[in-house]
């Protein structure tokens, strides 16, 4: 099995431009030995630790989330992916996805290692010098210290860089910081806070505050419709004195911080819904097995059988997206020469891919919402009271739609910084959409006929690139610099652009599984196949909105027959797919793909 190392380095977005070619992809069937290990760790340690300690964790007894930090730092969880020299393990980030996928397990626990690994450990890990990490890594990675992150405020949330915090320059180069943050995640009890403040009044800057520094308060803990096991609360500055070696990365630069860190945690909290996923499908399959109505198992119903199959499938698209960027990432670390202890290469590597970040948030919230809502149908009656953990996860998940950047932010991010690399010629998307304009107002030639596996979803993949080619070409053609206001107009590139990219990232990697006759593969290549048939209707459905918001009469006339042209995948049958894939869910108790 290839290491992510081995993986093609590509640009972020080019998969938009790639043919359907057979460039290994990372998939969770490629972990490793250590991988697993890894994986087996964080998942035992969630069922027997953390879990248990849910209940003490709600009454906000935070002596025990202390404990839990001090475990998971014992077992060298927090910072599997950081330098041996600051007290981490030194491993990949697809051992970071791993690990936070097992710990979304337990969404709680997850919030609160979240504020400590992705939001504490990570910006300081990129952006601090070496005496910074020296001080605080250790003791962060051990669980000695609890971190915390405090970007947003009341009246500044999608609108970071309007905080109004204020940090003063003294003359002895200190900075004294005033001002309300909100919404803290571990805020009730953190030692370490990333705080966000404007220097003078102007310029945006990260800095690292203790609550030992003194006039650091946490406000009362908030009433929230879940996650009542993690911390949450205003955290109030006042004139709270920060030596200048505390300053992290450079006055005016702490968007850099900010918007860095998001990617990492984005693309985290991707992975962290698949967890979420193949849990409450394990639910829902279990449940429907045991659960008896009309003289036979629910499970026995196809309306059932129809929502676990599309859970199965839904899950498995997200998977597969989440794990090839991380062996993205991977790749691209590896590929760049660096000291193991300086953060810059993995800096570069997560700004090279904020755009599978961003799809890996919103795909992974909206599949989890989804799975989620459909686990609380299956139980009945029994998925809305308190006696099954269903209706929890259903509240504790809410908040992934809102929380890294909200889904609507992310969307616009999308096809933003798509339109930018395109602007800048780091990817040729705009010679290509030209050109595919003239082929398709021409006449579109065939492609040769293939009777490869998964064939036909590899040419439906390749429609929905020219699709969204020529959606996103029209759009910066039509709006040029005023595309970031044609707000309705990006959402459904957005849309096209993340069922591009899953449809891509599934219809690959059910391929090299039935390439190397991997156990399940003909499973594999089920859940792609339905997938891919109803990413058909949503990119067409998405296009001919958009195009229709852009072009009239004779132009919309052509352009629509150009789109039906493409939208020619035939439909296949997805009750039997999706029955095969649910039975074997329900057999199993599980989640079929489960690394
Ligand atoms: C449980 C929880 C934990 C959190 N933890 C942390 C933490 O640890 N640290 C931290 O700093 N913050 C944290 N937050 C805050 C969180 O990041 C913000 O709530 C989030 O960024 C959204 O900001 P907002 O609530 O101000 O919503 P708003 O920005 O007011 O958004 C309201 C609505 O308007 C939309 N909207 C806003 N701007 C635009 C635009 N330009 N175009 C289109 N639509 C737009 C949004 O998408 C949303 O639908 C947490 C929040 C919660 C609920």
Same mark, same amino acid.
Request: charged fraction near 25%.
């Given at each position: ?429 705009? $010679? *290509? #959409?030209?050109? +595919?304009? %003239?082929?398709?107002?021409? !006449?579109?030639?065939?492609? =040769? /006929? ?59 990697? $059910? *391929? #090299?599984?039935? +390439?190397? %006759?991997?156990?399940?593969? !003909?499973?594999?290549?089920? =859940? /792609? ?67």
């Amino acid at each position: 099995m290839s290491t992510p190392a081995e993986m093609t380095i590509a640009r972020g977005g080019a998969w938009l431009l790639d043919s359907a070619d057979d460039a290994p992809l990372f998939t969770p069937e490629r972990l490793t030995d250590e991988h697993r290990l890894i994986a087996r760790t964080a998942a035992a340690f969630v069922e027997n630790e953390a879990e248990p300690a849910l209940e003490r964790l709600e009454q906000k007894d935070w002596s025990v989330a202390r404990q839990l930090l001090r475990r998971c730092g014992e077992l060298g969880l927090i910072g599997v992916d950081i330098p041996e020299a600051y007290g981490g393990v030194g491993l990949d980030k697809v051992t970071s996805l791993i690990v936070s996928e097992r710990f979304s397990r337990s969404a709680s626990f997850a919030a609160l290692i979240g504020g400590q690994a992705n939001l504490t450990v990570v910006p300081i890990f990129l952006f601090g010098t070496a005496e910074q990490k020296q001080q605080y890594l250790p003791r962060l990675l051990s669980g000695e210290l609890v971190g915390a992150y405090a970007l947003s405020e009341t009246g500044s949330g999608s609108d970071a860089l309007g905080a109004k915090t204020r940090a003063t320059r003294q003359s002895d180069g200190s900075y004294v910081l005033n001002g309300e943050k909100m919404w803290i995640t571990n805020g009730g009890f953190a030692d370490v806070f990333i705080v966000f403040a404007k220097v003078d009044g102007e310029q945006f800057t990260a800095f690292i505050v203790e609550r030992a520094f003194g006039g650091v308060t946490s406000g009362k803990e908030e009433h929230k419709m879940g996650l009542h096991g993690s911390s949450t609360t205003a955290v109030v500055l006042q004139d709270v004195r920060v030596p200048a070696a505390n300053l992290l990365g450079e006055v005016g630069k702490g968007h850099k911080v900010a918007f860095n860190v998001l990617n990492f945690g984005r693309f985290k909290l991707g992975a962290g819904c698949v967890g979420g996923a193949a849990k409450a499908l394990g639910e829902a399959a279990r449940y429907a097995a045991q659960r008896r109505q009309f003289g036979q198992p629910i499970a026995n119903f196809g309306a059932i059988r129809h929502k676990i199959g599309e859970m199965v499938v839904r899950a498995y698209a997200v998977e597969s997206l989440v794990y090839r960027t991380a062996g993205l990432i991977d790749a691209r670390i590896e590929a760049t020469p660096h000291d193991p202890a300086d953060g810059s290469a993995a800096l570069a590597a997560l700004e090279e891919y904020a755009i599978e970040a961003s799809i890996a948030k919103v795909a992974g919230s909206e599949m989890l919402n989804f799975v989620l809502d459909e686990n609380i149908q299956i139980h009945g009656g029994n998925g809305f009271v308190r006696d099954y953990p269903a209706e929890r996860h259903f509240r504790d998940a809410r908040v992934n739609r809102i929380f890294e950047g909200t889904n609507e932010i992310n969307r616009l991010l999308i096809p933003g910084m798509l339109a930018r690399r395109a602007v800048k010629g780091d990817l040729p998307i705009i $010679a *290509r #959409a030209k050109a +595919l304009q %003239d082929e398709l107002l021409s !006449s579109p030639s065939m492609p =040769a /006929a293939d009777d490869s596996p998964l064939a036909d979803e590899r040419m439906a993949v390749t429609a929905f690139k020219k699709t969204a080619l020529m959606v996103f070409g029209l759009a910066m053609q039509t709006y040029g610099q005023q595309l970031s206001e044609q707000q309705e107009v990006l959402m459904h590139t957005a849309d096209i652009l993340m069922d591009v990219f899953a449809a891509d990232s599934a219809v690959r990697r $059910a *391929r #090299a599984a039935l +390439l190397a %006759d991997l156990p399940r593969a !003909s499973m594999h290549a089920d =859940a /792609a196949r339905v997938f891919v048939n109803d990413a058909a209707m949503r990119v067409d459905a998405s296009a001919r909105q958009a195009l229709a918001a852009m072009a009239q009469g004779d132009m919309l006339r052509t352009l629509l027959a150009a789109l039906r042209r493409l939208s020619k995948v035939t439909p296949i049958d997805t009750v039997t797919l999706r029955r095969r894939l649910a039975d074997a869910a329900v057999a199993r108790g599980a989640y079929i793909f489960q690394a």
